[in-house]
């Protein structure tokens, strides 16, 4: 390896470290006071960084909200609910994608919490980023009540956006949290819940 690629490696890598590390605190923080505003500076000192770097990495305030938001629901099993998406029959689709959805919030239930809470107080950082989320499932719920419609598993008197709505509101973390933590339902009976609700509401 010639020295100029190992210095661009090094380079790399340290950055890759330093990014990893002002996640980390990001998520450190928001689980040990979750009702708690966030300042750059506090998650700048936990990862031993310069404010400055933490702009120079995720570009503001709001990017820094939206590596997190992405990372937590890649890392807590964002592949599964692709794997239900996938799924040739759309029932199969509904059954598998709520249930990826609740073992996603389950897994980062602490620090969704205090994002949700935080996102109405900060709408331009976290509330962005919780949008951005939001909007990407609001089109998931479309695309399957359509599929639901085009393979005749809707009931008769149920339209596609109706059966998106409701969808939308069982496949929330709202729902999910009065389940599981309001009812202190299991993770697997949250799910066996919201999929029994939807099928029974909008399935022949």
Known sequence: MST??????????GAEATRRRILD????????????????DEVARAAGVARS???????????????????LWDRAGLQRLTEAVAAPHAREHLRGGLRAGVEIFAAIRD?????F???????????????????????????????LAEQ?????????DQAADLMWMLASFASFDALY?????????????????????LCR
């Open 4 to 13: 100029r690629k190992y210095e661009q490696r090094v380079r790399a890598e």
């Open 25 to 40: 605190a990001l998520e450190q923080r928001l689980r040990a006071a979750p009702t708690q505003p966030v300042s750059v």
């Open 53 to 71: 770097t933490v702009y120079l990495v995720f570009g503001s305030r709001s990017g820094l909200f939206d590596a997190l938001a992405t990372e």
């Open 111 to 115: 620090v969704a919490v205090a994002l």
């Open 117 to 147: 809470s935080m996102s109405a107080l900060d709408p331009d950082s976290v509330g962005g980023a919780i949008a951005r989320l939001e909007e990407r499932r609001w089109g998931g719920m479309q695309y399957l009540a359509t599929r």
């Open 152 to 160: 005749d598993v809707l009931r008769p008197h149920v339209t596609v």
């Open 181 to 201: 933590t309001g009812r202190h339902l299991s993770v697997e009976q949250v799910a066996d819940v919201l999929i029994d609700t939807a099928e029974r509401t």
